[in-house]
């Protein structure tokens, strides 16, 4: 047993890149707040397809983040989210 406080992959602290940045902030985020921060803006900013809620529609923040692409489904974003997280 490992002593000291133990966390999760999705605990632990990361920093985001500059895009990533500019969407939820500078500072350290776990993954977990890193997506709950994403669909606050998602939300705010009414980026999800209406005719497919999974799917998200990529503004100019957003686009650096998603490599480019106009849209990716929730599950893609994971995926582009860690390689922005270090």
Known sequence: MATGKNTNALQKPLTPSAELAAVVGAGQLS???TVSKMWDY???NNLQNPANKREIVADAKLKPIFHGKDRVSMFEMN???AQHLK
Do not use: N
């Open 31 to 33: 993954r977990g707040e």
């Open 42 to 44: 998602i939300k705010k």
């Open 79 to 81: 995926k582009h989210l």
